[in-house]
């Protein structure tokens, strides 16, 4: 096979893998999260006993397979590139390798304890296949309406720590070993199942006492819930106009501002 | 009876079953409200034992009754109309046509499995009554204000998910079948039930690292629950002044604009 | 007694009841409110099995002598007018009116199915104090928020139900009696306690397929409770702005205006 | 030791101690920060039994140890300050002896009622360190924007108490004693729960009629909740602006505003 030829070959899949905005690119991409998502589902189900029991075969060839179509992409990835070195030392190019290796380990360790490292950089490789698509921006916009607020959320989370904390230790005193608040670390627990409004119900008040300071807390949260939603809408609003708040001193910024025009603090863009 | 007679006829109950901004017509409306109301009562009541086994007779024969009410009602639709073919495959014809045929064959044939599509054509019987009304407007403004933050929100939801992945894989992880995490699948549904804040309590965290890892998650739910309310809120804004933002770059555009000002992307109106 | 001074005596008592900007009439209304909060306490403490057994006459006759109180209050105050009538059937006149009946009755018919309506009347009561105060404007706002939104509110809550009434069913027809779902009427109460993010956990999804649509359900309300948040937050920041939208055709009017501009609709103010 | 040497070490640790602007000022608030920390965790385990059966000896010495070191911090602070008897009597000089005095007291007394004095006390000994930063400016927003809306939130609790209080006294005569509404309280408890969302489900209806009216409340809570949120984001979003609304009148006044250019109301900044 002459150079040429070759060279064409590796033109010819570098388009299809790298460029999404072509028609074989998306046609890659969406084979990929099929590929992704169906590996997702098997481990899922590989963890549900009956389908372990009854289709463990199965579920172990389909693992097989796609570590096996995943290695081949990473080879090809590589052999299209001419910088190679600096594309496997890249963010996304060490998660493709690593998202290899987990897999590639645990068909021969049995164990579960890879479970986690294994779908969070099969996760990653699908947010990989968004990041070329505008979606990028919006998700921008949200993590900078988070950033910029960040300064006003933790002084809000430091005061709610606090007095989850009191209110613990309080219906700790209160409640007692008896009742469920066997020691503070629980109390607490408790504290936070029930001002983020979720209660469980394993642990509950019981004593009259404790249902007074349980209701006051529930009514105060009522209010307090309010507080990070207005901070959030109050910075999508200014996001929506354009504008960014300086996260130093909130000052606000013109759409393209790179620093803030008061006190000078970097914005993130 | 001459065929002018039968034409006056016709005429007077096109009025009653299509004008409903006359007298008549709006009397035929809730009359019809009504029936559909009696009908979803009478087919919930019939799913209770107690009334199955004490009332059943009575509850089939009222089935019967709007049944044949329906169906004398579709007839005269059809008949009065001069277009009828094209009102018969209309949306609201066929959803008319539907709405009788399942509680048709529920009369010969029985079984529950029928009662999703029977209430669901009759919900949306209710709404096509109310479509005539303006009520539509402020619909198609909720509907326009959700479109335009689709993107913003499917961004949201992607993130949201690939962590409920990761959180309940690693609480399966943590807790174990010992503790009803029994498998990935579980551990995820019990993640969505603790960051909606719905919180059953058929499945809780037992361990102490289980509930150090679902208080933190509840914690951060508390800052992400304000993300979605912050973008539907600066949307709806947005639409109170009249302005409405381009779906794809976020450019405000005057209330009757139909493609953003900017890029040229159509606006859904 | 002259004339002179009974007119005297009447004038003062005038003031100490019914101008509650002076000093004396300040107090009253304390002591009032007081008295009422004396008066409820003693009604729920009096619904609790030990405080009723060990307490029971006394509460009873805290209930006789506040009883009294009133009784003698509301002729002062008729006694006091020169209108008399026109009070007597004015709102405020009859509550107070309707406040003491029922205890008058309760002590002498046993039983407590009177204790509802005694404690609407005496929260009326207490509202009737705080009426005299600029808190009402500040209600007046949120009322005002409420119903320039109500429209909106109304599409929204029409939607939800029957989505409410589908996914009932639909759950009714999967999960069926023997996972608690006995009927459609109870799977409708847990999908609105779900919905809600209420969650007591009573009844809760026990197949996959259940476990998968509630889960569904779930996500999806994450986004649905943004929806009125935002829509009444863009009231309320409409309101502080002095804007009043119109209740027909949203279009927003200056603060002080009785009429839509546009479509000449009443504002209610 | 020369007097001169003695003035130059007090200069040293004042810097220390007071300018945490400065870099050893800065390692020494950490090194605070972590050994209250320490203290809270130590604090926290002491009430696990399992640690206080098996690590209760070391966990009292670095009690000790640590009460020690408040001592010698707390002797130092007053010896190098000139105004002595002005910071002992001052807010944070009051809270630093009293941080030290609990302990000291539990040193000698068993008992667990002084926990939540202590673990009060070290958090506010953390706030203390915490106000020296910029943080506090951002604490303060949040604080005006919350004073700024009380006047509206309190209308709104006031509503929701008697709400809440209606139709707790409701639940507890249709429900009764025999489904766990054993008493008035109780009820009002369960409608907290219920209406906060939280729903632990110790206590849940279970007549028809009871279920009815908890889904009427949940589904009214549902738009009840978003008027908060409303309220705290109008406010949230003045406070960006710069503006801040008149706690009396609700006038909108510019950022540097000590009085409400209307009424003339301090304004609290």
Not at 24 to 53: R, T, W
Not at 55 to 82: A, H, Q
Not at 148 to 155: E, L, T
């Amino acid at each position: 096979m002459s150079k040429e030829s070759i060279k064409r070959i590796k033109n010819r899949i570098y388009v299809i893998i790298f460029k999404s905005n072509t028609r074989k690119g998306k046609l890659f991409d969406v084979a990929l999260l099929l590929v992704i998502l169906v590996n997702l589902l098997a481990v899922m189900f590989d963890s549900v006993e009956y389908y372990h029991d009854y289709y463990g075969t199965v579920l172990r060839i389909v693992e097989w397979v796609i570590t096996g179509l995943f290695i081949i992409e990473y080879f090809f990835r590589i052999w299209v590139l001419n910088r190679k070195a600096k594309y496997i030392f890249s963010f996304y190019g060490i998660v493709y390798l690593l998202a290899i290796l987990p897999s590639f380990i645990g068909l021969f360790i049995a164990g579960t304890h890879l479970l986690v490292v294994i779908i969070t950089l099969r996760l990653l490789r699908i947010f990989s296949i968004f990041q070329m698509n505008n979606y990028t921006r919006q998700g921008n916009i949200l993590i900078r309406s988070l950033l910029s607020s960040w300064s006003k959320i933790s002084v809000f989370l430091l005061s709610v720590i606090a007095v989850i904390t009191v209110l613990g230790t309080l219906m700790y005193l209160i409640e007692g070993a008896e009742n469920g608040f066997s020691n503070i670390p629980i109390s607490i627990y408790w504290t936070i199942v029930t001002i983020t409004t979720v209660g469980y119900g394993d642990i509950s008040p019981v004593t009259p006492m404790g249902q007074i300071i349980a209701s006051i807390t529930m009514m105060l949260c009522y209010a307090i819930i309010a507080v990070p939603t207005g901070i959030i809408t109050a910075e999508a609003l200014n996001q929506n106009k354009g504008n960014i708040a300086c996260p130093r001193c909130r000052t606000e910024n013109e759409k393209e501002s790179n620093y803030c025009k008061k006190c000078g603090e970097k914005i993130i863009g």
